[in-house]
């Protein structure tokens, strides 16, 4: 099976037989894009170490997804009112983007076959 996302793999991932490593090159506008795009990458991986077991629903999922983007919320809420941090705020985002790709990298091999 391959990815099935965009094509941008010409039919080169593989997806079967559980762990596959790739390696993915990408021109970004900024070593800062960069970072995070490895940050969110790095959090997908560490919350499927941490929690290796997902619904198989797409409802529960999503609801996985709306509760971190609550956190996001609830930082933002906090540091507007000076009682956050820009950090606090940066690692919700970066778990709230972690657990879409997840999501979405769930339903790209799902929907292979």
Same mark, same amino acid.
């Given at each position: ?14 997806? %079967?037989? &559980?762990? @596959?490593?790739? #390696?993915?090159? $990408?021109?970004? +506008? ?37 509760? %971190?983007? &609550?956190? @996001?919320?609830? #930082?933002?809420? $906090?540091?507007? +009112? ?32």
């Amino acid at each position: 099976m391959h990815c099935g996302v965009c094509g941008c793999c010409g039919g080169l991932l593989n997806l %079967e037989g &559980g762990s @596959v490593m790739t #390696e993915l090159k $990408l021109q970004v +506008e900024s070593p800062e894009m960069a970072v995070i795009i490895i940050q969110v990458l790095q959090e997908m991986r560490s919350a499927q170490s941490k929690h290796p077991e997902w619904p198989e629903d797409n409802v529960k999922r999503a609801a996985i997804v709306l509760e %971190e983007a &609550g956190e @996001v919320i609830r #930082e933002a809420n $906090l540091l507007d +009112e000076g009682h956050g941090s820009v950090d606090g705020l940066k690692s919700e985002l970066v778990q709230t983007a972690g657990t879409c790709l997840r999501h979405l990298v769930l339903l790209a091999s799902s929907s292979m076959g």
